[in-house]
Structures are given as structure tokens and as C-alpha cells.
């Protein structure tokens, strides 16, 4: 059963699978989004304590450490019991989760099984990793061998933190890295916990370390390492740019990013207006509007613009906001106030610059971080609400004429993270899906997100892929070795 009362067994820093102490002896605290009240003080993890982690995952990443020479086989087999163990602490975990993020309790549940399916995905391919031979035309066999790319640091955020953690842990641990993951500070407890789950596995020391704590000094401190050979980030575009900008002055680490968006939602007017308003709904409004993916520019066509704005209104007033752990509850608090008030700043903004409010625009009591499912009509492209990521629960509704038209200004955008397009007409979809910058384009759903299907962004929405066979590129360097046949 969900539990809003859990107790926090986990509040330390995660390193050679021991719980130990900050190094300064700093603590921070993480707080329930749905009250205000602190739940916990974490250990406050900062560059002495990343030098400490790295440390750690280097001595475990030694060419004869115990995890490189026990096996791809039995590395996958280590992810798969790290699945199951997730499995089996499921309900702990989904309780942590929406206590500590806000998220609905059901959510965290499902953010579990695919962070479990992804675990799971590539637990399958730590032995399936291969090079290939090439026929040079010189004396020589040659030959690729993919190695891990060494010791990777992983930055979170925190509107997925499992699932994150998830997306950064398989590959990395598939290909045979080291790491060390720093949770976002907002929702570090449900990473410290699985951190446990990792030594209850098998994994060993220094494999997996986690360093709770402030972006700008112990992520920082990750970037900008000199001994870390790779960062794995998720989070915004203003952050990204300085993980970049980090790592290029250290080291030259290599980088991933998955960053911001701005996506759209093109809905014709061939499409059947309900379920068009339902899929916009959940495209949205899922986690809060949180989620980088969402689908907030949502254009309609002009026949069916007028019957979808009120579907849509309708809609998101019939979403019950309120505590995550009751099981109507469709919408939590927004993670913490810095979120709570740029959400409700972008909200005011709308209604300055001349969009109509048709549902929401407001926050629900002061208990807690709750702001109502909100829609926005007559949204132009100029105004604010319709170019930057407002990461909350705010819908915008715009219309357009013609496929032309809308591809134009789906693209006019600095972001290009996914796209979505409702439509009967095969030809349309596949010139939108063709035309569009985006790194997934989901036709006639939204949000299809799937382990087995790479996901990342175009533009400023990111630096190469996560997921599917593509997500382990980052983690591996391609080594070349050619031998000379001597006769
Ligand atoms: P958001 O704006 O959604 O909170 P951020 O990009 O600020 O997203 O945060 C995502 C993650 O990046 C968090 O773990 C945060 O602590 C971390 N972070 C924030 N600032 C920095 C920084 N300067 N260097 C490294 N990591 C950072």
C-alpha cells in the first residue's frame, strides 16, 4: 500500500558501497512538495566528496578490478537483479518517490515498471556488444572493439528520478563504466535508496556511487573533474551549455545532454475532436506539465479549433489536484517554489499578453505547491507562453490553416525535442514527420516513449541519444586494432 509516512532509511552519500557522512558535514534538506514540511536532511555532497566518488569508480574501473574482468554476461545479469530488486521494493519506492516529488502516487508506479523495462532492456545487451573485422587492403587484420568510455559522471533532475536514474544506470552499467550520479536536490532520496538495492545486488564497491547534492557545486564539480571521461546530463538548456562549456575546459569529457522543448502538437481536423482533446490532456499535463516532452504548443486547425477549446477546458477542469498518495488525484504540487512561481509568473504573462484563459489559471490553496491544469486560447507565436518551457501544468492552443503553415511554426522554435501529429491522412503525417525538428515524432499518440526506441533532441534540445541501442554510443569508445601478418 502507498505510504506517505515512509520512513527515510537513506539520507547519506554513496560511495564504495558504503553510507557515509559529507566530508564538510553539511546536510541540506528535501521537502515534501504537498505541505512544505521537511521530510529529511541529506548529506551535502560537494567537490571533495565528487573527488572521493571518482576516486572510488576509478579503482573500480582498473583493467583488473573485479567488474572488468567478471564477465558482459555477468554484468547483465547484475542489472537484471538490480531490476528485480526495484521490483520487489516497488511500493517503498513509489511511496518515496511521490512524497519526495509530488508526483501522484500511481505515477510513481508507473515511472517504476519502466525503469525496471529499461534496466531489464539493457541488461540484455551487456553481452551483446560487438566490433567488427575489416577487410583493409593491407596486410593487416583489423579489427573494432567497443570499450566503456571509463568513468562516467550522471546528473539528474527532478521530474523523473527513478526513471532518470534508470535511463543513465543501464547503458553506463551495460557497457562496463563506472559511475558516479549526482540526484537533482529537490528528490534525492529515491536515488539513495536504489543506491542500497545496487550493493544488495552484487555490484561492487566503486562500481556505483551517488552524490547528493547542489547543482552548481557538486554538479559542477562533476562537469568540470579531470578524471571523469564522460557526463551524462539531463536538465535544462541553460545547464547544459555550462556542462559543455565544463567540459570542454577540463578534459574534453564527453558529453550527452537531453535538455529542454518547446514541442508540439498538431491536431487536423480529420481526427475525431474527443480523442484529440484527451491525448492533447494527457500530453501536457502529464507529471505536472513537467516533463521535458511535453506537448505544450498545442495548434489545432481552424474547422475543429472552436469544439476542441472547450473539450480541452472541460477537460482539465475535471483533473482533481490535490495529495498524491488518494488515488483520484490526477495532479500534485509542482516540485518546489522556485518552480511554483515561474509557473504562475508564466500564467500572469499569458493573460497580459492577450491570451484567453478557458480553464485553471490559478494555484489551489498555499498548503502546498498546487496550481490548476490551465488552457490557454488565441495563443500566438510572439507571446512568451507560446516560445519558452514553462514546465508546469499550462496548455496553450493555437490555430493553424495548413500543414505548410504548421510545420513552419512547429520549427520556429530553438528547441526540437519531440513532436506530435493527429491525423487520418497518411501523406500529411509522413511530410510533417519528415519536416519537423524534433529527435521522436509520435503520429496519432503523444509521448511514446519506449526503452527500445533512442530519445533525445535536435537544436538546443540536446546532444546525442538515450535509449535504445543507440543510448549506448556515449558510454563506449571505438577502439581500432590492426595486426600485421608477419609472412
Ligand atoms: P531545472 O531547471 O529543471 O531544475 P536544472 O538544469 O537546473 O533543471 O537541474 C538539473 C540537474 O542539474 C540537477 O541535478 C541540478 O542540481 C544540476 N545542476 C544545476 N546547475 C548545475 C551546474 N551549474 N553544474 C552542474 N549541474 C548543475
Not at 501522484?104 to 508507473?110: K, W
Not at 508540439?264 to 501536457?284: G, M, N, Q, T
Not at 505548410?404 to 503525417?429: F, M, P, Q, W
Request: proline share 5%; hydrophobic share 40%.
Amino acid at each position: 500500500m502507498a505510504n506517505s509516512e515512509i520512513k527515510v532509511l537513506y539520507n547519506q552519500i554513496f560511495i564504495n558501497n558504503k553510507f557515509i557522512n559529507s566530508v564538510s558535514g553539511n546536510t541540506f534538506i528535501t521537502l515534501n512538495p504537498a505541505n512544505k514540511q521537511k521530510i529529511a536532511d541529506v548529506a551535502e555532497g560537494d567537490k571533495a566528496d565528487v573527488d572521493l566518488a571518482v576516486k572510488a569508480a576509478r579503482a573500480a574501473f582498473k583493467i583488473e578490478s573485479e567488474w572488468r574482468t567478471i564477465g558482459a554476461t555477468a554484468r547483465g545479469q547484475l542489472l537484471l537483479k538490480l531490476a528485480d530488486l526495484i521490483n520487489d521494493h516497488k511500493i517503498t519506492l513509489a511511496s518515496l518517490e511521490s512524497l519526495d516529488n509530488g508526483k501522484p502516487y500511481e505515477d510513481s508506479l508507473l515511472d517504476i515498471d519502466a525503469s525496471i523495462s529499461t534496466l531489464k532492456y539493457y541488461a540484455g545487451f551487456a553481452d551483446k556488444i560487438h566490433g567488427k573485422t575489416i577487410p583493409t587492403n593491407e596486410p593487416y587484420f583489423s579489427f573494432t572493439k567497443p570499450q566503456p568510455v571509463g568513468v562516467v559522471g550522471q546528473i539528474i533532475p527532478w521530474n523523473y528520478p527513478i526513471l532518470m536514474l534508470a535511463w543513465k544506470w543501464g547503458p553506463a552499467l551495460a557497457s562496463g563504466c563506472t559511475l558516479v550520479l549526482k540526484p537533482a536536490e529537490q528528490t534525492p532520496l529515491t536515488s539513495l535508496y536504489i543506491a542500497a538495492l545496487s550493493k544488495e545486488a552484487g555490484f561492487p564497491d566503486g562500481v556505483i556511487n551517488v552524490v547528493p547534492g547542489y547543482g552548481p557545486t557538486a554538479g559542477a564539480a562533476i562537469s568540470r573533474h579531470p578524471d571523469i571521461n564522460k557526463v551524462a546530463f539531463t536538465g535544462s538548456t541553460e545547464v547544459g551549455k555550462l556542462i559543455m562549456q565544463e567540459a570542454a575546459r577540463s578534459n574534453m569529457k564527453r558529453v550527452t545532454l537531453e535538455l529542454g522543448g518547446k514541442s508540439p502538437l498538431v491536431i487536423f481536423d480529420d481526427f475525431d475532436v474527443d480523442e484529440a482533446a484527451s491525448i492533447a490532456r494527457d500530453a501536457v499535463f502529464a507529471n505536472m506539465g513537467q516533463c521535458c516532452c511535453a506537448g505544450t504548443r498545442t495548434f489545432v486547425q481552424e474547422g475543429i479549433y472552436e469544439k476542441f477549446v472547450e473539450k480541452a477546458a472541460k477537460l482539465a477542469s475535471e483533473m482533481k489536484v490535490g495529495n498524491p498518495f488518494e488515488s483520484e488525484t490526477k495532479v500534485g504540487p509542482l516540485v518546489d517554489e522556485e518552480q511554483y512561481n515561474k509557473v504562475l509568473g508564466m500564467i500572469e504573462s499569458g493573460k497580459k499578453e492577450g491570451a484567453k484563459l478557458e480553464a485553471g489559471g490559478s494555484k489551489v490553496g498555499d498548503v502546498g505547491y498546487f496550481v490548476r491544469p490551465t488552457v490557454f486560447s488565441n495563443v500566438t507565436d510572439d507571446m512568451r507562453i507560446a516560445k519558452e518551457e514553462i514546465f508546469g501544468p499550462v496548455q496553450q492552443i493555437l490555430k493553424f490553416k495548413t500543414i505548410d503553415e504548421v510545420i513552419e511554426r512547429s520549427n520556429n522554435t530553438e528547441y526540437g525535442l519531440a513532436a506530435g501529429i493527429l491525423t487520418k491522412n497518411i501523406d500529411i503525417a509522413l511530410k510533417f514527420s519528415e519536416s519537423v525538428d524534433a529527435g521522436s515524432v509520435w503520429v496519432n499518440c503523444y509521448e511514446a516513449v519506449n526503452p527500445l526506441c533512442p530519445f533525445g533532441g535536435f537544436k538546443q534540445s540536446g546532444l546525442g541519444r538515450e535509449l535504445g541501442e543507440d543510448g549506448l554510443t556515449g558510454y563506449l569508445e571505438i577502439k581500432t586494432v590492426s595486426i600485421k601478418k608477419l609472412n
